[in-house]
């Protein structure tokens, strides 16, 4: 096997494979400081496409090169080979380091839009369960915006969440993203937060910034504490709580009648605590007195601190 050197100007980023590499932080940073300590001790491999010479492996040590000025670069030339058995050859170079879920999940979407012939013997290569269930599972990873793809990557985000947070907009992302973030939520923490916040958003048919900014408006814009994290949390439970549900349905009922009813008549009030005062089957006369009714259990909702304040006012 003969290895040449090449200068870094006349090397190129294959469009197929440059997409692939999706190195960790932490991953790129000590090859990095390898690289500027001992230099490139093994060299890249290349190819030949177009009368261009392509990177089939190599991608970051090739890039940190680049951006640290180094003219030149050894490399291995592979001849007579088609984009089919490049990919292949890619596999298996890479598969040594195993390929992470990003990584991986490029690939796979790359062969099923190009060559989907080459599914399962990639499947092979890298020792995965061929199956619609795990093609479907690297999809939704492609659909992750960079942040999401970056904590994957580094073994920051909880994977029971994937397949629903593909489903989001950027936009939604972004602030899942930043809840996590500012939180600093482990693996089981981010999926308790995450199940919540989306059983909350289907239950009241609203959406996460506007749920956001009912339980904690400014998280985004503040630093982490401890006492932030227990109150987000705290807030975010009590919302989720069959108690507080329970209490929202009742008002929503309230508003259906006030729009059926006419005179008010025959219309009665659950059972609650009034300036200490037990009071049940409230009747009223007419709309108005109904209406200030469903104003006040509406304040009511705004004025909880906590279950045991719900309780006192609300007889659960």
Do not use: C, W
């Given at each position: 096997m003969k290895i040449e050197t090449f200068k870094i100007e006349n090397i190129s980023e294959d469009y197929l494979l440059k997409?692939?590499?999706?190195?960790?932080?932490?991953?790129?940073?000590?090859?990095?400081?390898?690289?500027?300590?001992?230099?490139?001790?093994?060299?890249?491999?290349?190819f030949e496409k177009d009368s261009k010479?392509?990177?089939?492996?190599?991608?970051?040590?090739?890039?940190?090169?680049?951006?640290?000025?180094?003219?030149s670069i050894n490399c291995i030339v592979v001849n007579n080979i088609c984009?089919?058995?490049?990919?292949?050859?890619?596999?298996?170079?890479?598969?040594?380091?195993?390929?992470?879920?990003?990584?991986?999940?490029?690939?796979?979407?790359?062969l099923i839009e190009n060559y989907p012939p080459l599914l399962p013997k990639i499947f092979e290569i890298l020792e995965l369960k061929y199956s619609e269930k795990q093609i479907q599972y690297f999809k939704n990873i492609t659909k992750l915006n960079?942040?999401?793809?970056?904590?994957?990557?580094?073994?920051?985000?909880?994977?029971?969440i994937i397949q629903r947070l593909s489903s989001l907009s950027d936009t939604e992302q972004e602030i899942y993203f930043n809840i996590f973030k500012t939180l600093r939520l482990n693996n089981n923490k981010q999926k308790k937060c995450f199940?919540?916040?989306?059983?909350?958003?289907?239950?009241?048919?609203?959406?996460?910034?506007?749920?956001?900014?009912?339980?904690?408006?400014?998280?985004?814009?503040?630093?982490?504490?401890?006492d932030m994290e227990d109150t987000f949390f705290s807030k975010l439970q009590k919302l989720h709580s069959p108690e507080y549900f329970n209490f929202h349905n009742l008002i929503e009922d309230f508003k259906d009648k006030l729009k059926l009813s006419k005179s008010g008549i025959n219309i009665y009030s659950p059972s609650f605590y009034e300036d200490g005062i037990?009071?049940?089957?409230?009747?009223?006369?007419?709309i108005d007195?109904?209406?200030?009714?469903?104003?006040?259990?509406?304040?009511?909702?705004?004025?909880?601190?906590?279950?045991?304040?719900?309780?006192?006012?609300?007889?659960?």
């Open positions: 997409s692939i590499s999706f190195p960790s932080n932490e991953e790129y940073s000590r090859l990095k400081d390898s690289i500027l300590k001992y230099g490139i001790q093994s060299p890249i491999v290349i010479l392509n990177i089939i492996d190599g991608y970051k040590r090739f890039n940190i090169a680049k951006s640290e000025k180094i003219n984009e089919e058995n490049l990919i292949i050859k890619y596999t298996l170079y890479n598969s040594f380091r195993k390929l992470n879920d990003v990584e991986t999940a490029t690939l796979i979407t790359t960079f942040k999401f793809k970056l904590l994957l990557v580094e073994n920051q985000l909880n994977r029971n199940d919540m916040i989306n059983d909350l958003i289907l239950r009241d048919n609203t959406d996460i910034k506007n749920l956001l900014h009912q339980i904690y408006p400014n998280l985004i814009n503040s630093g982490y504490s401890k037990f009071k049940t089957e409230i009747f009223f006369k007419n007195e109904l209406a200030k009714k469903v104003k006040f259990l509406e304040k009511k909702i705004d004025e909880i601190k906590d279950n045991e304040e719900f309780r006192k006012i609300f007889n659960y």
